[in-house]
DNA sequence: GTCTATGCAAAGCTTTTGCACCACT
DNA sequence: AGTGGTGCAAAAGCTTTGCATAGAC
């Protein structure tokens, strides 16, 4: 696995020339998204910092300045909650997530954009989309 | 636009199959999933059938047996909220949803068989897809 | 010093559950 | 008659908001 830290330096480069400010709940928030490189909900992201003793109500206000940021994307599961998960620049990939044990792996494919170019002819612009892949892991099977 | 009533009969019919029972509350839901061919939230639902008097709660389980029977496919917003449709047979497609207005539009074009299959070689079963398109439509341009 | 971020408490919203009663088959 | 559906009330679960205080720049 690669150093971990020119990710997580990188990511307070954005941080702060879009002038948000790094605190300490922000950078263990930062560790913990590139130690984990899996979707994370709010609440698992505030379980792993929780040496660092912040409110969750933070780690989503934190998670929403990532969001605009551009350091992290936000997405939803068949249940509703919510997951995050850092930007990887110029990459783009779904997943694949396990019903059961929630494990979730990356699909390094895209085909969608034959699809999102219909919908530009449909006159729609800024257009974005959610894609996740629901199975059954050979463990939990 | 064809005629409802088959397709309203037909959806009546799966249900009295899979013995489940044919209620007022059922009858107005189904009425309103035929007239108003779009994804439609609970809540719409709910209002669409106000001179029936079912309650909310009604509404979710009623989707819910819907959902089971296989008349009604359900699917979450960027919201986390939950939109029902009725399932067309042997028609699989995604829609193109306005951030704005929550309009949305059927996309008959599917491509994700592909990624489906390398879910397959990571050793997942009963895969299924939630994918949604987002963008501004011309109007709330 | 200013202005954003944080903590705590409380509210908000959609969806789910419990339970007694009703009604479809 | 028996099983499933319904209404009402309440809870659950995730996420958001308000407000006073603390802390980054």
Redesign the pocket.
């Known amino acids: 696995m690669a150093n971990q830290k020119p990710q997580m330096d990188a990511a307070i480069d954005v941080l702060?020339r879009e002038?948000?400010?790094?605190?300490?709940?922000?950078k263990a928030m930062l560790a913990t998204l590139v130690r984990e490189p899996k979707p994370l909900?709010?609440?698992e992201i505030h379980k792993h910092i929780a040496a660092?003793?912040?409110?969750?109500?933070?780690v989503?206000?934190?998670?929403?300045?990532f969001e605009k940021a551009g350091i992290v994307q936000k997405f939803n599961l068949e249940?509703?909650?919510?997951l995050y998960e850092l930007v990887e620049e110029n990459h783009h990939y779904h997943h694949i997530i396990c019903r059961k044990c929630h494990r979730a792996e990356k699909l390094d494919f895209c085909e969608i954009s034959k699809l999102e170019e219909l919908a530009k002819h449909l006159g729609y612009s800024d257009i974005n989309h959610v894609l996740e892949l629901y199975g059954l892991c050979e463990d939990c099977r």
């Open positions: 702060r002038h948000y400010r790094i605190t300490e709940p922000r909900s709010a609440e660092t003793k912040a409110d969750l109500v933070t989503y206000r934190s998670l929403e300045a249940s509703g909650k919510s």
